[in-house]
């Protein structure tokens, strides 16, 4: 059955430092997201991305965040200089429609020092 | 402001009993209504999607309810089995927006 994949499971990084987290949606898949979970707390909504373009972001998806689809597979969440608060779990999600199901990857664990 | 309420915020059980999970969303204009399963450090897993005229919704062991009038769903898990472990959560999706709004979720344990 295919899934989404991200990539690296756990990053640890240096405050003020740039990180690009990974992610290969499903192949057939037109919609992308990323969310974020800090320990202990909810689930929160990013970005959503179509048609190689941001068509929704929350205000937590501030100028130091940027995505990217940079070929036919990969969609890419990059945060330029990392805060301690950026500390979180970071899942990826796809669907074919707006009336499909999305599929969430397994996340990357973010630890920011 | 969008608000997805869940209860309780944990709840052990022996293996083979049921128990219910509840939700409460302020969640307008209203779209759909998940719930989702989230084991320990990965990604949430789609139990079940309800949309306004859905009352009840069934996946095997998972029985879903909804009343659209009082915002208030709800997750009955069947015969529950230790593989049940983990953290439940309600997901309401705005009618117009790509935003979902997720719940703090019920973490369950099962014990045998």
């Known amino acids: 059955e295919p899934e989404v994949t991200q990539t690296p499971s756990h990053q640890v990084t240096q405050m003020g430092q740039e990180v690009i987290l990974r992610c290969v949606p499903i192949?057939?898949?037109?919609?992308f997201y990323w969310y974020r979970q800090i320990l202990g707390q909810k689930v929160e909504f990013l970005v959503s991305?179509?048609?190689?373009?941001?068509?929704?972001k929350s205000e937590i998806f501030d100028d130091q965040f940027s995505v990217e689809r940079p070929d036919g597979s990969n969609f890419t969440l990059k945060i330029r200089s990392t805060k301690l608060e950026d500390s979180a779990m970071y899942f990826c999600?796809?669907?074919?429609?707006?009336?499909?199901?999305?599929?969430f990857g397994p996340g990357t664990r973010l630890t920011v020092t | 402001k969008n608000q997805v309420e869940q209860s309780p915020q944990s709840l052990i059980i022996l293996e083979g009993k049921n128990c219910t999970l509840q939700?409460?969303?302020?969640?307008?204009?209203?779209?759909?209504l998940r719930w989702y399963k989230q084991d320990t450090g990965r990604g949430p897993v789609s139990l079940t999607i309800?949309?306004?005229?859905?009352n009840t919704k069934s996946n095997g062991r998972y029985t879903a309810t909804l009343d659209a009038d009082t915002k208030q769903s709800s997750l009955h898990i069947t015969a529950s089995q230790l593989s049940d472990s983990a953290s439940y959560i309600c997901?309401?999706?705005?009618?117009?927006?790509?935003?979902?709004?997720f719940g703090t979720g019920t973490r369950l344990t099962i014990i045998p």
């Open positions: 999600a796809s669907r074919w429609t707006q009336n499909h199901e999305q599929y």
């Open positions: 192949s057939n898949h037109l919609y």
């Open positions: 991305f179509y048609n190689n373009e941001i068509s929704e």
């Open positions: 939700c409460n969303y302020t969640v307008s204009p209203f779209s759909n």
């Open positions: 309800m949309t306004f005229s859905e």
């Open positions: 997901v309401v999706r705005n009618f117009g927006n790509e935003k979902l709004t």
